[in-house]
């Protein structure tokens, strides 16, 4: 019966200690059933940035300049969700990231993105993509303890070109306590005037969610100045 498939235990066990190659792990296995946990759980991270992204390229104010050939990035791609949705928007030029090669070959086969990119997003340098390489950076349900350290929204930012934009989702269970370093992130970039913040909601990520810490999100959008 797939009808209740839920997330794994490999996924909730994850801790702010579990090293990368754990979530690596527990993507890979659950890459296949990834689309039903999604619609189990009524998981909307992919939806509520690409809603973000809309409510941003209406907005000239914010992007004075949006085009269907800007360049994005989604980072923790996973099976293509955002893809697909900013495809039927008739956006041309979008790479995806993903730590899991299992969901990224399941990305591959809906050809949806220019190119595939199989690499942890880190918090120290990542070699595979160029300071300012992208117009815009969406990641949904990536950044979240367990998955990445708080280092890697410095890198999200670094891979944005000044104007561009970094969109993400990240849970409330890491960015609300003070000490685990996601919110604190955050504010410091603001601080050095790396980017200033033009979108931050409290929203559903997990409609049916297996346990309450799934439930709700910040979808955050920062506009990045240098
Ligand atoms: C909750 S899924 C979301 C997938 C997609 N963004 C969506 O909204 O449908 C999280 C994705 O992040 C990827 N991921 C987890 N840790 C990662 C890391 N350190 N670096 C890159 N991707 C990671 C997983 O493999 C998975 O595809």
């Known amino acids: 019966m797939t009808a209740d498939v839920k ?15 754990d979530s690596k792990l527990a993507y890979d296995e659950m890459a296949q ?24 390229m209406e907005n000239k ?21 955002i893809g697909e ?3 039927a928007r008739g956006y041309t030029n979008v790479d995806a990231l993903d730590i899991s090669q299992e969901m990224l070959n399941i990305a591959a086969a809906r050809n949806i993105y220019k190119k595939l990119i199989c690499a942890p997003l ?14 815009t950076v969406l990641c949904a349900g990536t950044i979240v303890y367990g998955q990445v350290k708080p280092g890697a929204i410095e890198q999200c930012a ?10 993400f989702s990240i849970r409330v269970d890491s960015f609300d306590p003070v000490g ?10 603001e601080k050095n005037g790396k980017w200033s913040l033009v979108l931050k909601e409290k929203r559903e990520l ?3 969610p297996n346990e309450e810490r799934l439930r709700y999100c910040y979808l955050i959008t920062y506009k990045i100045l240098k």
Not at 7 to 21: C, G, M, Q
Not at 158 to 167: A, D, M, Q, T
């Open 158 to 167: 670094r891979f944005v070109k000044p104007g561009g934009l970094f969109i």
């Open 122 to 135: 880190k918090d120290t340098h990542m070699e595979e993509i160029e300071t300012a390489e992208y117009d």
């Open 33 to 56: 059933v990834w689309e039903k946990i999604s619609d189990n759980t009524g998981y909307k991270g992919h939806i509520l940035c690409v809603e973000a992204f809309d409510r941003t």
């Open 206 to 208: 997990h409609a049916a």
């Open 7 to 21: 997330y794994p235990k490999r996924f909730l066990d994850l801790t702010i200690d579990s090293p990368v190659e």
């Open 61 to 81: 104010e914010v992007y004075p300049n949006p085009g269907k050939d800007i360049r994005i990035l989604d980072a923790g791609a996973g099976t293509g969700g």
């Open 85 to 87: 949705m900013l495809k």
């Open 180 to 189: 685990l370093g996601f919110s604190e992130k955050c504010q410091e970039l």
